[in-house]
């Protein structure tokens, strides 16, 4: 099964990825860093497919998929 990956590091928490995800594996907890971003977090209960829109769509690339 391919494997999301968020580069917490380089997430700004902006949320973009979030929608892109068809099968809404992203999303933004309540909780920040200690920087005081909402980095994303992963449902890893939920299949990926690896489609890549969530990749495309992060002006960061926060994200990575094994495939
Ligand atoms: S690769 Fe596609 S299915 Fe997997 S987390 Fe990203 S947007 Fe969602
Ligand atoms: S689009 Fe990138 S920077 Fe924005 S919340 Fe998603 S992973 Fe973080």
Redesign the pocket.
Known sequence: MPKIR?LEK?????????PACPKKI?Y?PEEVDRRGVH??KVHAEIPCTACLN?TT????A??EVDE
């Open positions: 968020v380089y997430c700004k928490g902006c949320g973009l990825c979030v992203l933004l980095v994303v969530c769509m992060c002006p960061d926060a994200l």
